[in-house]
């Protein structure tokens, strides 16, 4: 087969491609009943973002999703948006936006190949089984003659997995590295198995940290499927909110959102609430996916020491043990991340420029940057808070 035989296509709305097209590319794992790997990338999580009205007019993600198809049917599909600014995207290209800007070039709209405020890795060439190579690859081609065609200054892929990085490096995409911090579940049977690991110094100091936080008065639950109920999303959109405008000026996600969430997205979720005299003053929403647990938003209305620290780690760490799961991710930044258990690992994007000058040197920039990113894990990682007999283990 070849790749001249494959057609591209662009959808305004996901429903024009339809949950059983997409999914079959997203997620074609759960033909066995199981959860996706990904949870951000289902059709259910995609249209509730735009549905809820959280993507498209007037919020600087317009969706464009592409599809590529092979004797008139779906191989592969990409998460595409055209992007008015470079919010919620994580791997940020401010910098560029501005050197770009100084020069005389638009560098707005560009192309984003991603999941809206979801810093997760995970697939973002979805292909159908048997068709991985030859789907990204028409997927990737097609991204880069749209951004061109219609005069963009450039197109990104961001948080895509190390394969995708390496395949988009070799076909002449700037292949970027950053980091984020996850938590490795090495098999244990319970927290205090956790707690084992670690040097005894770490150890004490989680154990106080739990301790404090669950002297705030109240009680820390997590709640998952049917046990989440419609007021518990009127509590966390007061937590979300908070966090959204002390973080990003305006939250992200609309209100409706979370009503999607409650009755399309409930069984992906597993949401802490830390509760005084039955009333919900802090929470922590997760995403589970077949082998992970993501941790996306926390906030509250009462300040108590440690519980920040309970909710997103701690509790996102006992839920992983009791499930299987083999990793937490939570999300963005964070070196305070270290001390409780979560590592630096890296994490990957793609980018197209077309200037190429301007290009030239943002390679030259990538370069110079992973090697400090590299050098910043490894000494990270040897200040990381196991002992050194766990630490060579794990390596």
Same mark, same amino acid.
């Given at each position: ?44 999580? #995609?249209? *509730? ?11 600087? !993600? ?30 940020? %290209? ?26 997760? &890795? ?10 991985? @190579?030859?789907?990204?690859? *028409? ?8 951004? *061109? ?13 190390? @394969? @995708? ?24 049977? %319970? ?13 004490? &100091? ?17 709640? &998952?499927?049917?046990?989440? +109920? *419609?007021?518990? !999303? %009127? ?12 973080? !990003? ?13 409650? +009755? ?87 980018? !197209? ?13 990538? @370069? ?5 990113? %590299?050098?910043?894990?490894?000494? #990270? ?10 630490? +060579?283990?794990?390596?």
């Amino acid at each position: 087969m070849r790749e001249t035989q494959i057609e591209i296509q662009t959808h305004d709305r996901i429903s024009e491609i339809g949950a059983a097209v997409w999914d079959a590319c997203a997620c074609p794992e759960t033909d066995d009943g199981g959860r996706p790997f990904d949870p951000f990338t289902t059709y259910r999580f #995609l249209e *509730a973002l735009e549905a809820s009205g959280s993507v498209g007019r007037g919020s600087g !993600w317009q969706p464009t999703y592409l599809t590529a198809r092979l004797g008139g049917e779906v191989i592969a599909c990409a998460p595409l948006y055209a992007k008015s600014h470079s919010q919620g995207e994580y791997i940020f %290209d401010h910098n560029w936006a501005h050197a770009y800007e100084n020069a005389g070039g638009d560098y707005y709209p560009k192309l984003q190949v991603a999941v809206p405020f979801t810093p997760a &890795t995970g697939r973002r060439f979805l292909t159908r089984p048997g068709f991985a @190579e030859i789907g990204a690859s *028409a997927l990737i081609q097609g991204a880069i003659r749209l951004a *061109a065609n219609n005069g963009l200054s450039s197109l990104h892929v961001t948080f895509c997995t190390e @394969e @995708e990085a390496r395949a988009g490096e070799s076909m002449g995409l700037l292949r970027r590295q950053t980091q984020q911090f996850h938590w490795e579940n090495h098999d244990y049977e %319970d927290f205090d198995a956790f707690l084992a690991a670690l040097s005894s110094r770490k150890r004490k &100091t989680i154990r106080k940290e739990r301790q404090r936080a669950r002297s705030f008065g109240g009680t820390i639950r997590t709640l &998952t499927g049917d046990q989440i +109920e *419609a007021e518990h !999303w %009127d509590a966390f959109w007061v937590f979300y909110q908070d966090t959204g405008s002390r973080k !990003w000026g305006t939250p992200y996600l609309t209100r409706a959102f979370f009503d999607i969430a409650q +009755e399309a997205l409930r069984d992906d979720i597993a949401l802490v609430l830390a509760e005084r005299d039955g009333r919900p003053v802090a929470g922590a929403l997760n995403f589970i996916g077949r082998e992970v647990l993501y941790g996306r938003y926390w906030g509250c209305i009462e300040d108590h020491p440690c519980l920040h620290f309970e909710a997103c780690y701690y509790q996102a760490i006992d839920f992983a043990i009791s499930r299987g799961l083999a990793r937490v991710e939570a999300g963005a930044q964070g070196e305070h991340k270290l001390a409780r258990g979560y590592l630096p690992v890296p994490c990957h994007s793609l980018h !197209w420029v077309a200037d190429k000058g301007f290009a030239e040197a943002i390679s030259r920039y990538l @370069e110079a940057e992973r090697t400090a990113i %590299d050098e910043d894990i490894e000494i #990270l990682t040897s200040y990381g808070p196991f002992r050194r007999d766990q630490q +060579e283990e794990q390596q």
